[in-house]
């Protein structure tokens, strides 16, 4: 069995996440879920960050399934792949509605499942080398995994999401860029400091704005626009009495009366 390792480092309210097991290009195996759900639960009891950073070690961002450990030409058990699998959804589904926003930086391709947790980020930067491949056909297994259909199918609309995943697509950089599934592509070696600039930004946001705002980019799209409009109104009026705005309304008062001279 393969060590799954993931690397953390925090700094300035920004934790960066590292799929950190190269040699096996990063790729799921039985531990992957307990093992992230720890650095999940760990991020979430901290207050003081407000953003995430997922990227991978090496040449691959996540290999998916991790092929000589998960699947096997043997019989196998239903209920234990059941297990796991239901276990990975819940890691994807806690990504897409974490509290605080994450970015994927994609330092290389996504495979399978992987894509699933990229797409489950807010956004992702992509280096030049990332790409986005759907080969589970490739397998003779479903694409309907890891949440893949339905995260892409909102990203791109059903008729292009469609298309990619039953012919076993492989979206590069570029196409990704113009289906506006990556935010930025940048060169490799500017990858991570173009995600931190985004984060950076992210965290310097006072008091609750960016979880707020991140609860309501997420459960509005399950709403009608009317319901949408009352939970943003009631969200708002939380914010209108955070210290933050207190504060910074404040900051902006003083300085106008001081240019005015009263």
Not at 73 to 91: A, C, G, V
Not at 173 to 196: R, T, Y
Request: charged share 25%.
């Amino acid at each position: 069995m393969q060590a799954r390792e993931f690397k953390v480092e925090i700094d300035n309210g920004i934790a960066t996440v590292t799929f950190n097991w190269p040699n096996a290009a990063n790729a799921m195996g039985t531990t992957y879920s307990s093992d992230f759900s720890k650095i999940l639960d760990r991020i979430e009891q901290d207050e003081n960050i407000r953003c995430v950073v997922l990227t991978g070690a090496g040449k691959v961002f996540n290999g998916g399934g991790d092929l000589k450990e998960l699947m096997s030409p043997d019989p196998t058990e239903m209920e234990s792949e059941f297990k796991l699998l239901r276990d990975y959804n819940k890691i994807t589904k806690r990504l897409y509605y974490f509290d605080i926003p994450v970015i994927a930086a994609l330092n290389g391709p996504a495979i399978g499942g992987g894509v699933g947790i990229a797409l489950a980020c807010d956004f992702a930067i992509a280096s030049e080398t990332a790409r986005y491949d759907l080969a589970f056909h490739k397998l003779g297994l479903s694409a309907a995994d890891v949440g893949v259909p339905w995260l892409l199918t909102r990203a791109i609309g059903a008729p292009l999401a469609n298309y990619h995943i039953l012919t076993t697509g492989s979206i590069d950089s570029i196409l990704g860029k113009k289906l506006g599934l990556f935010a930025e592509v940048v060169p490799q070696d500017d990858l991570l400091n173009a995600a931190m600039v985004a984060a950076r930004r992210i965290a310097s946001a006072p008091g609750p704005t960016v979880r707020i705002s991140k609860l309501s980019l997420r459960r509005g799209v399950d709403m009608d626009f009317a319901a949408n409009l009352e939970v943003e109104a009631y969200m708002q009026s939380y914010a209108f009495r955070s210290e933050g705005h207190k504060k910074i309304i404040g900051e902006y008062r003083r300085k106008i009366s001081k240019s005015s001279g009263n």
